[in-house]
């Protein structure tokens, strides 16, 4: 409430001044002080070059204003009593009182004074205006009352058909604005003066998502927005001042932005801000924009006002995070554009400080299953191969890529073991052609696991299980005997194909031949695709169950280490097959959800998936993501790439706009099947702005269905990209939604079903599933 001083008791006569040196004739008889209630009067509305003054009563007792003063300066008060007037000088609570009052000047300072007693005494001063300039010569008194900050003014056009009004509360120019309605003696209406208008802009809109309006004053003086409004429509506005700012303030400083919530509809919509409530007035509406659509409910209005030209819009914009943003010029629709990076708060032009991501998407297919050997032809029973001509025998499917690598115990050592030469293991597919009646023997040698103390035949394995002193020298390392596997044993391999669709058959049939100095014991063989799939030279066991093997020719703890499952029942290492990954993308998004795919839903034409589903062909859904505007990065890789090699990706992110990151490749070996994350993205960056590093969001990784193309067996379709004629050649699928993959039947290595309700593809994920890929994104 504006501050009023009232004096208590009877005033002794006295001389008194405007100044220190201004005479002051009678003064007025006292003013007695009300019994009951608060006294309060204010300034309400000036004609600044005219003649009238308006003051209203906002307190809850009468008021007698007759020996009340205005005064300008030396020289020029009055008292009010002595005034021509309109209406009650003893003024009633909510009434007016408007009196004439010479104020020729485009700036002054006037002040309401309850006596003459001192126009210097702040004690005496109940209220207080200053326009035009800063100065005045009542300013320091009212500074000192704590009525007016020295310097501020209420800005004017000059025009003697405009006054200035008090919007009713607080104290301060932020409660004064010039105004073109006139109401001496009514309740005021704020109109502000076309020039003074037209420097409060709508400069960014984000109507799809976050709700978002952004106000810029590029005037030269301050506004007060708190009795602008915004409206849609009939029934769809709202106060600035009952707006809680999302940034800045209704004080609007020149320069300077203020950002408001504010609903509004996501595909068409015309937006109007005001200066008053008078929506149909073309005097009362400030700026405009329209977009999606001509003919919304204010655009008449708006070309009225001649700011908007009918049937005019911006386009709607292509992603819902996505703004609208004004040039800072004109009033048309070309005038505004669509912004990917939002600037609420910030210049339209301001350059987004970026952050640089190195992205990798590692294929990690790798142990693909694993056979175990354990029964001796001869007896018919799991043991090991005591005589010549004992052997054992096992099949298994596999396709080109595979690599096998046995192993198995010299039974009459503590830690020794028959494996590959070639760590990489021995290919299946030699030349692309499948090995048939070959001895693989010879590729074997022998190992010392370093984990038992050699040469104690006290602590071979028929002494039990894991007996023997630990090796002091703990490493993996060859033993050199002068002979290789061939010397002991004979391990050939034979082929049957398969009825294609499905992988043909391998047998490996392992005899021994030297059964005096190398008794073979059960073992294992491994289909893997990555080199040293049970060990590395010059390092210790991995602990995984190799040692059984080695010192007592037990794979039964591998095997079971091997096949072990997650969380979910699906495989926590075994990979669903083997298959290399298309060229890829990474891309990043600022919407609530992925622009490239949606699950549930089909597939969009132009998003480019279903070519990188069922061809591999990345380049379009490039294309997308760059006439998006949003981030997107192709693979610095042209070819597919396999097991154990990967895509890598360099991706320039926005910083501050919420980006999530995007990945997509294809699983070659299918018809549309691709991996991605979610829909949710993997966000960049935290809440304090830190970019994220590291594989850990690799489980956000999943195996999706395109449903652009029947499915076929994985590895054998016809149309496969591998072996289809020409791109985009398959049957559409009967199901076209994009969907997890939730299971997969391994044709290529006989594991059967592997079922994967979220379709998990992360190696690591402790719920288990496909392991297939790793990704790795570490900030530059």
Known sequence: ??????????????????????????????????????????????????????????????????????????????????????????????????????????????????????????????????WGAAGSPRENVAVEAGIWTAGDFVPVRGNENYSIIFDGEGN??????????????????????????????????????????????NGEVTVDLSTYWLCLGPGTYVQLGNVTPASGNLQLEAGEFLVVPYEMPDVEGGLGLYSNNAFGSADAIVDFVQWGAGGSPRENVAVEAGIWTAGDFVPTVALSSASIEYDGEGDASTDWNEEVNPSFGLANDTQNVTTTFNVTISNVINYLNVHVFNENSRTGTPG????????????????????????????????????????????????????????IASDLILYDLGTEADNDPSTFPPAGANVGPADPNPYVRTVDRGVRGDFYITAYITYKPGDGQSAGTFTLTITAINADNFVVTPGLAVLHALPEPLFTLGEEDRGVGLEAIAEDGNPGPLYDWFNETGSQGAPLRLSSSLSVFSPGLVYAFNTDSDPFFTQGATVNPESGLEELAEDGNNAVAVSYFENLGLPVAASEQTAPIGPGEDLTFTIEVPQGQDYKLGIGTMLVQTNDWFISYNNNGV??????????????????????????????????????????????????????????????????????????????????????????????????
């Open 1 to 130: 409430m504006k501050k009023n001083v009232l004096k208590a008791a009877a005033l002794a006569l006295l001389f008194a001044s405007c100044s220190e040196d201004d005479f002051v004739g009678d003064t007025p008889d006292p003013v007695e002080p009300p019994q009951t209630g608060v006294a309060s009067v204010v300034l309400n509305e000036v004609e600044y070059l005219g003649n009238r003054v308006e003051i209203f009563n906002n307190g809850e007792v009468d008021v007698d204003l007759s020996g009340y003063f205005l005064c300008l300066g030396p020289g020029t008060y009055r008292q009010i009593g002595s005034l021509e007037s309109q209406g009650n000088t003893n003024l009633a609570p909510g009434e007016y009182l408007v009196v004439n009052y010479d104020m020729p000047n485009a700036e002054g300072g006037l002040g309401l004074y309850v006596d003459n007693s001192g126009f210097g005494d702040a004690s005496t001063l109940a209220d207080f205006v200053q």
């Open 384 to 439: 090991p191969l005591t005589k010549n001509g004992d052997s054992y025998e096992i099949a298994f499917q596999a396709v080109r890529g595979t690599k096998l690598t046995p192993v198995t115990m010299m039974g009459n050592s503590n830690d020794w073991f028959l494996a590959p030469e070639d760590l990489a293991g021995i290919d299946l597919y030699p030349n692309g052609s499948p090995l048939n009646g070959v001895d």
């Open 172 to 217: 301060g120019v932020a409660n004064w604005a010039e105004t073109t309605t006139v109401t001496f003696g009514a309740e005021n209406v704020l109109t502000m003066p076309a020039a003074l208008r037209r420097s409060i802009v709508l400069n960014e809109v984000q109507y799809a998502s976050d709700d978002l309006v952004e106000i810029y004053n």
């Open 683 to 780: 966000a960049l960056f935290d809440e304090t702005g830190v970019p994220f590093s590291g594989t850990g969001e690799s489980d956000e990784a999943y195996l999706f269905d395109a449903g652009t193309e029947e499915d076929e067996a994985v590895g054998f379709g016809i149309y496969q990209a591998p072996r289809q004629a020409g791109p985009n050649q398959g049957p559409a699928d009967d199901n076209t939604t994009i969907r997890r993959q939730a299971s997969i039947t391994d044709v290529q290595f006989g594991k059967g079903t592997i079922n994967s309700a979220p379709g998990v593809v992360y190696l690591q994920d402790p719920r288990g599933g496909y392991n297939l890929v790793r990704v790795d994104i570490q900030p530059q």
